[in-house]
């Protein structure tokens, strides 16, 4: 069995920081993405960040040259640091990962179980 766990969110002035962590944990042969959206109420699920498939990140425009996604492979993990943070950055932010967890099954889509990041003005 898969899980996601993610860690990191909180309550944070408007200018401040905060690095959210997923980590995948369970039967895992292959990761094959892992990245960030956020959910604002009243809004849809928007993807905030992600990884290519070469390798590179994308961004949403509204958080490219504040937020950076890494990856730590050993530890299955990936992180979002969120630099200047905005009141319209607040959401609930969630990690997706497409992970196989056997090379005879097809690969699944994964979801953490949710962080709240909320930004005081």
């Known amino acids: 069995q898969v899980q996601l766990v993610e860690s990191g969110g909180g309550l944070v002035q408007a200018g401040g920081s905060l690095r959210l962590s997923c980590a995948a944990s369970?039967?895992?042969?292959?990761?094959?993405?892992m990245n960030w959206y956020r959910q604002a109420p009243g809004k849809q699920r928007e993807l905030v960040a992600a990884f290519t498939v070469g390798g590179s990140t994308n961004y949403v425009d509204s958080v490219k040259g504040r937020f950076t996604i890494s990856r730590d492979n050993a530890k299955n993990t990936v992180y979002l640091q969120m630099n200047s943070l905005k009141p319209e950055d607040t959401a609930v932010y969630y990690c997706?990962?497409?992970?196989?967890?056997?090379?005879?099954?097809?690969?699944?889509?994964?979801w953490g179980q949710g962080a709240q990041v909320t930004v005081s003005s």
């Open positions: 369970g039967t895992i042969v292959w990761i094959n993405a």
């Open positions: 997706n990962a497409v992970i196989r967890s056997s090379w005879s099954r097809p690969e699944f889509d994964y």
